[in-house]
């Protein structure tokens, strides 16, 4: 008789611990962390009072809305109020002065300028260029500071119930009210400069046939001299204004990867530009010689600028003339792309209070790790241009929060400073996350996605490289990148910056059809490997393909964007689609632009 087998007894088995290390190898040296999870976590929560103040506006449950404005679709109804934040947001920064350093909390503005500021610091070189040489910015960096040691608290930021003094200090210095629902009722009309005459001219933010100032046809006509103005031309007497400042540079001059403040670089572009222009270096002139100079003609300076100075940077400088306002990013359209990865976050469940309740916050260890180790593919290789993952892409945004000390440690540990450029090619941006994928695998022997999409095959050499590199690292040193079940979903590639270039639209769409089919050439390579693993291994990874978000591929759903003189001034509005999200541009009467 055979002996009975012992009874089965189920062991409920705590999960392996997972621990942060406090130092990473970056490039040639051991640094200390730079961006903590508990500072992810207040970015999250920042994520999460945008993600709610954008479903309230998209609602029909604000009955202080203008009639015209509840009328709209709900995309077309965030546009538009966005371009009121981007207005407070001016009004705001142009208010700051010696007044806000008695106290900064009592400075902080509401939820929605703070949306605007969130979306400018995203931008960091334009950030810090900006705040340097433009004087109504100048003192924006002193309470930015003051953001970065609060980005862990949250609740300062966007609290519902601010100090009365806070209220107080700005409907006092914005002449708007705290409240952004009350404001966007209130602020229907914007003063801008006629380019031809000076005279001050009141533009409503709604007009006719879409003509208003946050509308995609924008056109004014002076109560002077008569004469239409439209956003081309306020854009360059924007830059008539800047170039005819003698202690002034152009934007996009002045920072360079490896230089903070390089006035000899800025000095000599804004010589040959003046020259080509036929300007001469004279305290007497004036925007208006300069407008009369260049025939009141955008597409004059971008002929100028295209023939004496590099393609490239006479493309920068151009892309910081969209319209009068003074700062060097066009803030709408920041704000909108980010509205992508912002709903992303939400769909993962990141920007809910209770997901990462757990004190050891794991899944946001794990973005932070690999963080550092995307950090150190930039360091490694400097001509590259690598493509983070969502959950990358959120420490990363949480690191640019930090403005200045962004840009001190990206040059300590990486050696250059680090652009976060948020209008990127969808080709170019699809090709450089495959060049990401395999130089994460060749550095750290490891899949730099675990979230379900096809990777990038791997060559024999690659294959080889691999194993070899794998003698040099410790158990820990692989199991700190390695995701845990919930952070799998953000390992997705974040493509909220991904944009469309209508003015190559055959190009695009053959270059995304490639795209397609490489991706289903991959997939079909995957399930011919499947079919000689092993059972055991192939359910594995059913199952961790199972435990993902269901989700489209990334670099299909990117913002179209025109490309030209002081660019076609269009607003997008953001669609949702899954996990990813299509970025469609339409006119205020509801054609496509």
Request: include cysteine; hydrophobic fraction near 40%; charged fraction near 20%.
């Amino acid at each position: 008789m055979s002996e009975i087998p012992p009874p089965y007894t189920h062991v409920e088995a705590s999960p392996p611990q997972y621990t942060l290390p406090e130092t990473f190898n970056i490039g040639h040296s051991r640094v200390g962390m730079l961006i903590r999870p508990q500072q992810l976590r207040g970015h999250l929560s920042m994520l999460h009072a945008f993600h709610n103040l954008r479903l309230v506006v998209e609602s029909d449950f604000v009955p202080r809305f203008p009639i015209d404005v509840r009328a709209m679709e709900p995309e077309k109804r965030w546009g538009w109020f966005v371009n009121i934040a981007v207005e407070r947001f001016e009004r705001w920064c142009r208010s700051l002065g010696t007044w806000c350093s008695v106290n900064l909390e009592l400075a902080l503005p509401p939820i929605d300028v703070l949306m605007v500021w969130h979306a400018y610091l995203l931008n960091p070189i334009w950030y810090a260029e900006d705040t340097e040489r433009i004087v109504a910015l100048s003192y924006l960096p002193v309470i930015t500071q003051y953001l970065a040691a609060n980005i862990g608290s949250p609740h300062l930021l966007t609290t519902d119930s601010p100090h009365p003094d806070r209220v107080h200090n700005w409907e006092h210095h914005t002449n708007t009210p705290y409240d952004p629902f009350d404001a966007a009722a209130v602020v229907s009309y914007k003063e801008i400069q006629c380019p031809r005459c000076s005279h001050r001219v009141v533009v409503p933010f709604l007009g006719e046939n879409g003509t208003g100032y946050a509308q995609s046809n924008f056109a004014a006509s002076c109560t002077s001299c008569l004469q239409m103005i439209k956003k081309d031309l306020l854009s360059l007497h924007k830059f008539a204004n800047d170039i005819v400042r003698i202690a002034g540079f152009l934007p996009g001059t002045l920072h360079t990867p490896y230089e903070q403040h390089d006035t000899g670089r800025a000095t000599l572009i804004k010589k040959r530009v003046m020259a080509a222009a036929r300007l001469p270096v004279s305290n007497a002139l004036t925007a208006q010689d300069v407008m009369t100079k260049l025939k009141f003609n955008p597409t004059l300076l971008t002929g100028i600028l295209n023939l004496q100075i590099q393609r490239r940077i006479g493309k920068r400088i151009l892309s910081a003339y969209t319209d009068d306002r003074p700062f060097s990013v066009e803030l709408v359209g920041a704000v909108l792309r980010q509205a992508s990865f912002v709903r992303k976050m939400a769909d993962l469940g990141w920007t809910d209070p209770d997901f990462f309740a757990d004190e050891e916050m794991v899944v946001l260890q794990h973005s932070v790790a690999r963080y550092h180790a995307f950090l150190g593919l930039m360091a490694d290789a400097p001509g590259s241009f690598f493509v983070p993952t969502l959950d990358i892409d959120l420490a990363w945004h949480t690191h640019q929060l930090r403005a200045s000390y962004y840009h001190t440690e990206c040059k300590r540990v990486v050696g250059r400073y680090i652009d976060h450029d948020d209008k990127v090619d969808e080709d170019h941006l699809a090709t450089a996350f495959d060049v990401t994928c395999r130089a994460w695998t060749d550095r750290y022997g490891l899949p730099y996605t675990y979230c379900g999409c096809p990777l990038p095959g791997t060559t024999l050499g690659q294959r080889l490289r691999n194993a070899l590199s794998l003698h040099h690292r410790t158990a820990n040193e692989l199991d700190v990148l390695r995701p845990p079940p919930d952070a799998a979903a953000g390992t997705h590639a974040s493509d909220h910056n991904a944009v469309y270039l209508m003015h190559n639209r055959k190009g695009s769409e053959r270059a995304r059809e490639r795209r397609r089919q490489k991706a289903e050439r991959r997939r079909r390579r995957e399930a011919l490997d499947a079919k000689g693993k092993d059972k055991e291994r192939t359910a594995v990874s059913r199952y961790n393909r199972s435990q993902t978000q269901a989700h489209e591929l990334a670099f299909f759903y990117p913002v179209p964007i025109w490309i030209g003189v002081a660019s076609c001034v269009t607003v997008p509005f953001v669609v949702g689609n899954g996990a990813c999200a299509t970025v469609r541009i339409f006119s205020w009467r509801g054609e496509a632009c």
